[in-house]
T-cell receptor, first 114, second 114 residues
């Protein structure tokens, strides 16, 4: 069975600092990986997804993630944090043949301070 | 397009009551699913459907029923509510049931069972 592990339930960064949110996956077959963002009291919105086309994936709002098979990782980064980035971020995985069933990580809440 | 809509936004039930959470999408998506979100646990798949008339169980299906009579609608029924079903419920849809396809999430229903 596939799974994802998000290291750090809370991350705090200063405005303008690098954002790094960690995600490691476990899958016996090549995975499809996603990052979603959830703003307070809202649904989830797709930031980016990895579908094996390119290992470096660029998403919305300046976020990107790099698929590293050797490290089984798909960490999310943004060079410079903005106050509007404060939200909860979820890493998710789906496996070939599972009809888009997503398995989510437990989430990382990002706090951005002045 | 309204996207994925969910009603109600909030609901309070007493133990043993039944209710239906509504989900509708106007994007002609084949795939629809229900997730529940609990603190520290991410989102977990309850039930999903790959098309009208076809449904299947996800990770946590007990206590919930679904049906899919039309492409647009995918209601979730709680037969006899229990406090353990207190959660935020999200409906999601995607165009085709492909493992890499983007899922679009509704705004959620916050359910409290007393």
């Amino acid at each position: 069975a596939q799974s994802v592990t998000q290291l750090g339930s809370h991350v705090s960064v200063s405005e303008g600092a690098l954002v790094l949110l960690r995600c490691n996956y476990s899958s016996s077959v090549p995975p499809y990986l996603f990052w979603y963002v959830q703003y307070p009291n809202q649904g989830l919105q797709l930031l980016l997804k990895y579908t094996s086309a390119a290992t470096l994936v660029k998403g919305i709002n300046g976020f990107e993630a790099e698929f590293k098979k050797s490290e089984t990782s798909f960490h999310l980064t943004k060079p410079s944090a903005h106050m509007s980035d404060a939200a909860e971020y979820f890493c998710a995985v789906s496996r070939s043949g599972t009809a888009s069933k997503l398995t989510f990580g437990t989430g990382t809440r990002l706090q951005v301070t002045l | 397009n309204a996207g994925v809509t969910q009603t109600p936004k909030f609901q309070v039930l007493k133990t043993g009551q039944s209710m239906t959470l509504q989900c509708a999408q106007d994007m002609n998506h084949e795939y629809m699913s229900w997730y529940r979100q609990d603190p520290g646990m991410g989102l977990r798949l309850i039930h999903y459907s790959v098309g009208a008339g076809i449904t299947d169980q996800g990770e946590v299906p007990n206590g919930y029923n679904v049906s899919r009579s039309t492409t647009e609608d995918f209601p979730l029924r709680l037969l006899s509510a229990a406090p353990s079903q207190t959660s935020v419920y999200f409906c999601a849809s995607s165009y085709v049931p492909g493992e890499s396809d983007t899922q679009y999430f509704g705004p959620g229903t916050r359910l409290t069972v007393l």
